[in-house]
């Protein structure tokens, strides 16, 4: 099969597209020929060596994409020709996947390949972000940060969904109208005064704010209302900064963390979780913008288009 390797860790220069072998189902594993694939941040930093990867080189990336089962491997839950969509499966980057299949979810006729690969990583998170970090309600004022991008769109989405009101922070006036248009009541931009704008549009503050930037979190933490909460799920920014402490005990301010990886502990919540994203789709609810789209041998482009913060929607590397 063909494959996306990295032979050693770098720049996009060092990805090359290879014949390599075929992956060898063990107990428990489908084999899913691959029809759509995610790019991820992740992806990069796997590239470039800050994180580790698994195997030996040439190493295989990626864990998010939808297919097709071609060998079933005696495992009851699927047969041949099942569509199907995961989140947390190594080596993706390739024709040919052995998916564990407690980690496949099955891929209704109503969502596209392109969408399933689309949504797992991002709309997983978004799921949990909304339903379990924060129980977001009606009515509760929402500040999303780098609303303009993957995740910020669709949280934006949900949090609508929802019965929130949102402000949206974006890097740039382009992404103010990506913002308000999936349906932000307010966006404003890191170059303006935001944390004046938001006190002013939200006076008694935030009752949540969704940072993934980590750098912004002090002025987070100072345009949530008494007893609010801030829910940090990245670092986009490089590092985190709190601030004064005293305002995060001055405000009963909670604090807490979210990894998409500590609510995809079995088949069941997958499923589960998956429904509830597919529903919304379904109902027009929630909206996935169109993807920007590389063939997987164009896996260099790809990395290099992710790295220019050119895109606002997902990127996708077809076989």
Request: net charge neutral; with cysteine.
């Amino acid at each position: 099969m063909k494959a996306l390797t990295i032979p050693r860790f770098g720049s996009p220069d060092v990805l090359q597209y290879q014949e390599v072998k075929n992956p060898v189902l063990k107990t428990g594993e489908i084999m899913v020929q691959m029809n759509a694939i995610g790019l991820n941040f992740a992806d990069l930093m796997r590239r470039n060596g800050t994180y580790s990867m698994r195997g030996a080189a040439p190493y295989i990336n990626g864990y998010e994409g939808a297919g097709v089962v071609v060998d079933s491997n005696h495992c009851e839950d699927f047969k041949t020709g099942d569509r199907v969509a995961f989140a947390d499966v190594p080596f993706a980057n390739a024709e040919l996947v052995a998916v564990p299949s407690t980690h496949a979810i099955p891929l209704p006729e109503s969502i596209s390949f392109e969408t399933g690969a689309a949504i797992m990583l991002q709309g997983l998170t978004v799921q949990y972000l909304a339903s379990d970090s924060h129980k977001i309600a009606p009515n509760e004022n929402v500040l999303i940060h780098a609303a303009a991008g993957g995740v910020g769109q669709l949280l934006t989405q949900v949090a609508r969904v929802k019965g929130a009101n949102v402000i949206a922070l974006v890097s740039n006036e382009l992404k103010k109208e990506i913002a308000l248009s999936m349906g932000a009541h307010f966006a404003f931009s890191y170059e303006d005064d935001w944390e004046s704008n938001i006190k002013e549009v939200f006076p008694n503050g935030a009752d949540v704010v969704y940072d993934s930037v980590g750098s912004t979190t002090g002025k987070s933490i100072a345009v949530t209302r008494i007893r609010g909460q801030v829910v940090l799920y990245g670092l986009a920014g490089g590092k985190l900064e709190l601030g004064d402490p005293l305002s995060i005990i001055g405000k009963s301010i909670t604090i807490t963390g979210g990894d998409l990886w500590d609510y995809l502990i079995s088949k069941r919540e997958r499923i589960n979780r998956a429904t509830e994203l597919f529903n919304w789709i379904n109902s027009g609810k929630v909206k996935i913008s169109p993807p920007t789209v590389f063939k997987l041998s164009e896996g260099r482009q790809a990395h290099e288009f992710m790295e220019s913060r050119k895109s606002t929607g997902k990127i996708l590397l077809i076989p």
